[in-house]
C-alpha cells in the first residue's frame, strides 16, 4: 500500500518515463537523476545539508504525510532523520519496477577502546541505494541526504573510509548481500583489519550468517558484479607505510617475507614500483620454500640438479621450544646435516614419480610403517586400503602389508604419526576388501540377532506382567468390587 501511495505523487513525465526505461529505449542514469530531484524537491531537501525538523517547515505536505502514515518519519523528532525518507525513496522505486537496494553500513565496536571518557552520542543508521543500471550493467550509487548520484565506478565516494567495515545490501525476499569490498577504497590497509576477526581466515562466522540469507544460486548480474568487484580492487592504491605492506593482497616487500618465503621471479623487471627505495613485487611472487621431504608430502620431488635457495638452520631456541607444525621441515628431512637443511621452491620441483614395488614387496622405513602423505607416493603396484580393520584382515589371512603414515599430530613437545588404513599389493589389495565386506557383513547380522533378541526379551517382559496382572485382579480384586 505504500509503494501505492508514493506512486500516485509521481508526475506525468516521470510516469512516461519509467515505461520507456523498462522497455530499455533509454539509458538509466537521467531518469534516475531526475528522479532523484524530484524526490528532494518534494521533501525540500537542501543539498549537502541534514535534515532537521525543527527548521523544515515547507516539507510537501502529500508526500511527507504519506511517509508519516505509514510510521516513515515524526515531526515531533529533533535528530537527524534522512534514513525514513531513504526508506521512502526505495518503496518508490521499487513500486515503479526499479531494480533498487537498501545499502546498510555497519560499524561493530572498535577493537581498541580510548581510556578517554566521551559523552553518549547517537548515531544514525548510515543508509544509501543502489540502483541498477541495465545499459551500464552497473549498481549506481546514491544518497537522499545530499541529493547525490555517484559515479559506479567509484562507489566508494558514498561513503567515509576511515572506519568502514561492514557493507550490505538489503535485496527483495530477504535476500543480503555483502559488498564491503566494492565500497572499500582502503580494504587492504584499513577495512579488513578494522574487521573481526584479524585474519581473513576467520571470517567463518560472518560468511556463514550471510548464507542464511544469500540466493540459492548465482545469476548473470551476481557474476558480473564479482567480476567488477575483483577490477575495482586491483585500482587500489599502494599503501604509504612499511606496516600497510604487511600481508597485503596485492603488493609485497623483501623484508616482510618469513623464513620460509622468498621472492620469486625476482629483479628490476618483476617490480611494480618501489617504496623509500625498496622494490615492490606483486604479492603473486611471494613463493613458500620447503625441504625436499617435505615437498614429497605435497606429491612433488625436486628436480634432478636443483640447488636449495635457502639453508635453514636449526637453531638452539628450535631445540629447546615445543615442536610444532611450522617446524616441520627440520623434522621430517632425512637429508639434514648438522641441524640444517636445505630449501627448495616450487619452480624446482615436478609430480613426484612412484616407486615401483620389487618382486611384491611393501617397502619400509625403520619403524616398519610406509609413509604415504599423497596418492603420489604410492609405490606402483600397490594400494591403499583405508580403515581401521584393513590391518586386522591382513593378519588373519598372513598378507604382507605396512601400515600407512598419512601425517603427523604435532602436540606435546613432539610429533606423532597418524595411521590411516595399509599399503598392500594390488592383487592382495582385492581379497583384503573382499575380507573387509565379509567382516561388515557379519558384523551387521549380529548387531541385527543382537537387537532381534532384545525385541524378543522386552516382549517377553510385557506378556508376563499382562497376565501378572490379570492373575492380581482376578484373584485379590472380584470379592471386593
Known sequence: MLQSMLMSLLPFHLIQGIETLRQQKSPTLPYLTDLLQWWCRQLDLPKHTNIDFKNVSSI??????VLQDFGLSNHEEKSNDTETFTLGFVALCRSIGLDIRLVVALYPIPLSLSLKKMDAVHNPLNLWCEVYSWDQQLWIPLRIESCTVYDPLRPWDAIEQKSLCYVIALEPCNIIKEVTRRYASLWSTTTRKLRLPLKESGDGWWKLSLWFYSKSFKSTRDEHEDNVTSILQLTESMPNTFSGFVDHPLYALERHCKQNQVIYPNGKKHIVGTFKGEPIYPRTHVQTIRSSESWKRFGYQIKSGESG??????SLADSSKSFNIEDQDMFIDSNETNGSVWLYGEWQTE?????????????????????????????????????????????????????????????????????DGII??????????????????????????????????????????????????????????
Open 309 to 314: 635457495v635457502v639453508l635453514k638452520q636449526k
Open 424 to 481: 598392500v599389493t594390488a592383487e592382495n589389495g582385492e581379497i583384503i576388501l573382499e575380507g573387509l565386506g565379509e567382516e561388515e557383513r557379519a558384523k551387521r547380522n549380529a548387531y541385527l540377532q543382537k537387537r532381534q533378541l532384545d525385541a524378543l526379551g522386552r516382549w517377553k517382559r510385557l506378556t508376563i506382567g499382562i497376565i501378572s496382572r490379570a492373575r492380581i485382579f482376578r484373584d485379590y480384586y472380584r470379592d471386593t468390587a
Open 60 to 65: 510537501n505536505s502529500r508526500c511527507f504525510q
Open 351 to 419: 609430480p613426484l614419480e612412484p616407486l615401483a614395488l620389487i618382486d611384491g614387496i611393501i617397502p619400509r622405513n625403520d619403524f616398519g610403517n610406509i609413509e604415504i602423505f599423497h596418492p603420489r607416493m604410492i609405490p606402483r603396484g600397490a594400494v591403499h586400503i583405508r580403515g581401521k580393520g584393513a590391518c586386522h584382515i591382513a593378519k588373519q589371512l598372513e598378507i604382507d602389508y605396512a601400515s600407512a603414515i598419512t601425517g603427523f599430530q604435532f602436540g606435546r613437545g613432539k610429533p606423532i604419526p597418524l595411521l
